[in-house]
Each structure stands twice: as C-alpha cells, then as structure tokens.
C-alpha cells in the first residue's frame, strides 16, 4: 500500500512536468483521450434514449457516463478534455436556445461550469495539469521554445511548419522531406533547439499544407467536413463526433500514427453504419 501510495504521488507530481499516466494503445494518450471522450458521449446519448423505455438500463448507462467523465479529468489529457467540454458546450448553447428545453441548457452549462472547478480541488492529477499549463502559456503565446514542453514544443513546430508551408507553395515538399525540410529550419529559428524536439508539424493541415501543398490542403479539409454535410438519423451526435476529430487534427497529427488512422475510420464508419441504421 506504501509503494502504491507512492508510486500515485509520482504520477500526480509528473503532471507538473508535462508528463501523463502511462495508458492503452502504446501510451498513446491523445488518441486514448478522444475514445474516452467519444465513450462518454455515447453513453450519455444511450441514457437519454433508454431513461422512458428502459429506467434500470438507463441509471447504468448514467453510471458509465459519469465514470468516463471522472477518468478523462483523473488522466487531464487537454485534447480529449476540450473536446469533451466543447461538445456540452455546444449541446448546452443548443438546448438553451429552445423554448420546451432553455432550463436544460442553463443546467448543462451551469454544470460545465462547476465540473473543472469540482475537478480542480478534487483530482490532483487535473490540478497539476492546470497549474502547468498556466506555466506554460506565456511561452505558448510567444512560441518560446522550452526544451522538452509540450505546448511550447508544438507551437514551435507551427510556426516552423508554417514557414516550410509558405516557402513551398503551391505543391509542397513532398511527405518523404517534411521532416528533413523542418529539421533544416528548427535550427535557424531556435538555436540549441534539442533533436528529440524537432518533430512534425503538430497540425494536419499544416502536414497536408508542407507535403501536398494547396492541393493537400483542400483534400483534407474536404475529408474533414464531408461529414457535416451528410444527413443522418442524429445528426447532431454524427456532426459533434466529426468536430471532435477535427479540433484534434488541429492541434496534433492524428494520421500519420497508426492508432489515429485506425480510430478515425472506424470511429466515423461504425458511427455512420449505426446512425443511418433503419432496424433502430
């Protein structure tokens, strides 16, 4: 029980440093992240449709929901947290502006309100990760390089990744140099930058943009809203589920990792084949 307490105070202290628990597919916590994100709003879609039909089956859908939502603050990876947030935001903006469901939507938001702060005082984990990224962000903001940060290390890699972009247009570089044209660049933009820090740009346009130039560009931003234009049986759920994606293809690269393929397609073709169902 000594050890265990102890090794938790390391994994809580670690949040501090821009490290996170280890987690499934390869510790690949972003794309982990998201399916806890995606989880819990499945769940919470299941309790509302089984709450009149079904009240024993819909209290543990409500359980499930409430464990997913506890899990995703206990592990505070940011992408699958505002990806969380911004779905309720949206539901709860949605409900709010409807006459038979406005109290609904002020008790969602009032509840996003009172979550991260219940989570803050609540989860050492979610605080630490608060407190860092407060740290952080002055750096973030004037893409200052800090050896081995997340934030800063990502916001360094669009900057770079942008200039690549624009020095390459209209066709890019080619997938195959990216990373010898950002690791030609890094150098000239961030002396003494760390090698292990040179990565990709953390953003799938800009990936597009550097390998593909203004025709990669357009292909994925097709790809990426082609779901908001197709109809569906929930189409609210069908389109939060393609805002997800795109809000983490915003902020990290998602299709050059095999999980992130993987899940992506999957994700958005069961969705889909379960949504278009007639037999449900």
Known sequence: MILYAADFDAINSGYLKANSMITPLKNDRIRFSLLVSIAALLSGRMFFTDRSANKKKAIWWLLLFAWFVCFLHILAVRTGLVAFYSVLFVAGILLSVRKKSRWKGIGLLCILVLLPVIAYYSMPSFQNRVRFFVYEFDFFKRAAYIPSSNDAVRMASWKTGAIVMNENMPYGVGFGDISRRMNERYPVLYPGMKEADMILPANEWLIYGVGAGLA?????????????????????????????????????????????????????????????????
């Not at 994606?245 to 902020?251: H, I, R």
């Not at 993987?262 to 994700?267: L, N, P, R």
């Open 216 to 280: 990669g560009l357009l292909v994925l931003t097709l790809v990426v809203l082609l779901p908001f234009f197709i109809s569906t049986r929930e189409a609210f759920l069908w389109r939060l589920s393609a805002a997800i994606f795109g809000f983490s293809f915003a902020v990290d690269i998602g299709l050059e990792v095999q999980f992130g393929v993987f899940i992506y397609v999957f994700i958005t073709l069961w969705w889909w084949k379960w949504l278009t169902a007639k037999n449900i």
